[in-house]
């Protein structure tokens, strides 16, 4: 009895391990922007918004 006992609770974590490993193995990194990207568009956002600066006082 006691020995079944044992192989039952060796399979469960046998199983625990497997799955664990599968789910690390199959993992996709999550893709993330780089500083770069965002350094390049926040300055293309600052200077856009100073060219409808000047375009609004050409206008006016």
């Known amino acids: ?9 060796g399979g469960y974590i046998l199983a625990a391990v497997a799955f664990y490993s599968y789910i690390v193995a199959t993992a996709q990194e ?3 922007e ?3 990207t965002v350094i390049e ?8 918004e100073r060219e409808e ?5 050409k206008a006016a």
Do not use: D, F, G
């Open 1 to 9: 009895m006691t020995i079944m006992l044992l192989w039952m609770v």
């Open 30 to 32: 999550e893709p993330q």
């Open 34 to 36: 780089s500083m770069a």
């Open 41 to 48: 568009i926040a300055e293309w956002q600052k200077a856009r």
């Open 53 to 57: 600066i000047t375009v609004t006082r």
